[in-house]
């Protein structure tokens, strides 16, 4: 791709490399084409688009994220089968998109890109093949639980099942009336557990950490409501938009300071938690920290389960794994057909593997050797004409990730505007703004929920909780546009013949 201009228009045409055809990745497609802009092109590593709903194929499979609140503001879906959709709906619904804005002939699947290099004020971007191509613009849309963590137990390649991260399901592997393991009680281990149990043979939920579990009751759609919302479609935005405050009203301010938000919803998951009759299997079930200091973990149907003589709590310590199952640290061998590692992700790699080289050849991995951070969740100092989707501390815990890259993908926009209209040539923030930015939030993080004493993937190496310690509309707020005190900006042909007019 050569650089153009838009003679009609006077504009500009940026080049924009995408990295990643996941949700946030689409979505900023979408944009790019809702603005007339043509240039872009998507790169995605996995075999089809959709990214975090394409990789997870998991039973059980959902979102806890109430679907009117979990899809694109500019593609509102009618058709959503229930308040909490299955994931398979979800990736339909990305698909779908990328159809209605005809973006899979931009997309190169199955390509990874290597380094990214900023040289003579353009991006020359490197995929893992040796294909080259140049850009104005790189968005990394590259998700924040990808990297699959699988712990390195000992013995594990001896085991003589089937065996996989939940991430990384293989679907060949029978499960019925089967002696299924599960390791992990987060989201991922509790939706397994819930659709597994009851198909198994024999099933057993390896715990390390209790987990409190928020019950929320999913419910499906009615054909008359579907109906209606096609057929008034001005009726899904106000919808959208009610969901979205009682999401952001609720969890979203539990977990940032106390008030009766916090203490509704640790009520809730500590009552819900008796659901377990037993009080020595309760008890076992029951967390030391305080609710929402993980990610909180929602649904009902789970508790009950182990009421079933075939489904097991198992909170020994794993020893090692043998040929015929796990061996917990109590002596017992559990024999097993199938272990699932429901075991997380490292959540802080976030643009990496890939490497950045931005001015004076500065690196990501080595700008980011300690923790990853950023400017406002969306931009780096020295990687100009960057922009991040899901980037360090963005406001994830429970909410709305569609919402949250979509704000961070109209900053993008205003930003590449100001490239197209000539204003700009490149633009990174200054490092005394990020800074700033930076000591300010972990100012308040310690007053947060996810401080409070346990042990998350929220978690960085420096201690401190990787997210958004302010309300989500404040993300909104300062990703309003950018403050030209905090950006170093390069002027383009526009300003500068502006400046020579004026004699500066
Ligand atoms: P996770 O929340 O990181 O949970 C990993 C689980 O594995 C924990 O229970 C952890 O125990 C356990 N574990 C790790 N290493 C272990 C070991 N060596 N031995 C025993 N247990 C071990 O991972 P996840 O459940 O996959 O969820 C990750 C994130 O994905 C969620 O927090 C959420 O953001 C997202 N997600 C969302 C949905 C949704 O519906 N929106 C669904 C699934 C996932 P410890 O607690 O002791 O570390």
Known sequence: ?????????????????????????????????????????????????????????????????????????????????????PGPEIWAYLNRVADDFDLKGRVSLRTEVAEARWEDGEWKLRTKAGDEAVYDFVITAAGGLVQTKTPDLAGLADFEGARFHSAEWDH???????????????????QITRALAPVASKFELFQRTPQWIMPLANRRYTVVGKTLLRRFPALNRPLARAWQIVTEGTFGIAVIRPGWQRTLLSAMCRLHVHRV??????????????????????????????????????????????????????????????????????????????????????????????????????????FPNVFMLIGPHSPFGNQS??????????????????????????MSPTREATDRFNAEMKE?????????????????????????????????????????????????????????????
């Open 444 to 504: 308040v993080l310690p007053d947060t929920i996810w401080a409070s004493g346990c042990k998350s993937w929220y978690i960085g190496a420096d201690g401190t909780p990787s997210v958004w310690p302010y309300e989500a509309s404040h993300h909104r707020e300062i990703l309003q546009a950018p403050e030209p005190a905090d950006w170093d900006m390069k002027p383009g042909p526009t300003r500068s013949a502006a400046r020579e007019t004026a004699g500066v």
């Open 401 to 426: 990730l569609f919402l949250i890259s979509e704000t961070q993908a109209d900053f993008a926009m205003r930003c590449i505007e100001l490239w197209r209209t000539g204003e700009v040539d490149a």
């Open 172 to 190: 060949s592997v029978p499960l019925e009336g089967r002696r299924i393991a599960v390791v992990g009680t987060g989201s991922t281990g509790m």
């Open 277 to 382: 009759r037993d009080p020595e299997l309760r008890k076992r079930f029951t967390p030391t920290d305080k609710p929402m200091c993980k990610r909180l973990v929602m649904g009902t149907g789970f508790y009950g389960l182990f009421s079933r003589p075939h489904v097991h709590l198992v909170d020994s310590p794993i020893e090692r794994v043998e040929a015929k199952g796990i061996r917990t640290t109590d002596g017992v061998l559990h024999e097993l057909d199938v272990i699932v590692m429901a075991t997380g992700f490292d959540a802080h790699l976030f643009v990496r593997p890939m490497e950045l080289v931005g001015t004076d050849g500065v690196k990501l991995s080595q700008t980011w050797e300690l923790e990853p951070y950023g400017y406002r969740s969306v931009a780096l100092p020295g």
């Open 1 to 85: 791709m050569t650089q153009t201009t838009n003679g009609g228009a006077g504009l500009r045409t940026p080049r924009v490399a995408i990295i990643g055809a996941g949700m946030s990745g689409i979505g900023m497609a979408c944009k790019l084409r809702m603005a007339g802009i043509e240039t872009f092109h998507i790169y995605e590593k996995w075999d089809d688009l959709g990214g975090t709903w394409h990789a997870n194929t998991y039973p059980g499979l959902s979102c806890d994220v109430p679907s009117r609140n979990y899809q694109y503001t500019f593609a509102p879906n009618p058709d959503w089968s229930q308040i909490f959709s």
